[in-house]
């Protein structure tokens, strides 16, 4: 579709996001799906924003000015945003920048619901709001 923006490396900045929340939370190849998300953003010059948060802090994930910076940081306009839960710090970081105006593109095969079933009602909002969906 014309207008679309393309997930280009002079574009695109990676997101990882995992909260103490989602460890509980089982997503087959995930921590491996990270590595790769590292891997190739590093292979390719795209900035990497690491918020995967310690399992032993618990603490809550904030969506506040100080992650607006760094967000801000990667100096990118397109954001590919990898985390596991849907119900918390992904759907909330994904509708925050799609409102500040980035691209934003959320990898569904590997976020899932603590709600089994319930994937298509957080994707759904994303997508409403002008986020790009992606499956395999």
């Not at 996001?17 to 921590?31: H, K, M, V």
């Not at 596991?84 to 759907?91: H, V």
């Amino acid at each position: 579709m014309a207008g679309e923006p393309l997930l280009s490396p002079a574009e695109l900045g990676v997101i990882l996001i995992d909260e103490p929340a989602a460890r509980a939370t089982q997503t087959d190849g995930f921590d491996e799906s990270c590595h790769m998300a590292l891997a190739i953003g590093s292979a390719v010059g795209c900035p990497l924003l690491d918020l995967r948060t310690d399992t032993e802090s618990g603490a809550p994930f904030l969506i506040d000015d100080p992650l607006y910076d760094q967000i801000a940081s990667l100096q990118r306009r397109s954001l590919l945003l990898c985390g596991r839960l849907l119900k918390g710090a992904l759907t909330q970081i994904a509708l925050s920048t799609l409102l500040q105006g980035y691209n934003v593109f959320v990898p569904a095969d590997l976020a899932l619901s603590a709600e089994a079933g319930r994937e298509p009602l957080f994707l759904g909002r994303i997508a409403s709001c002008g986020g790009f969906i992606l499956t395999r």
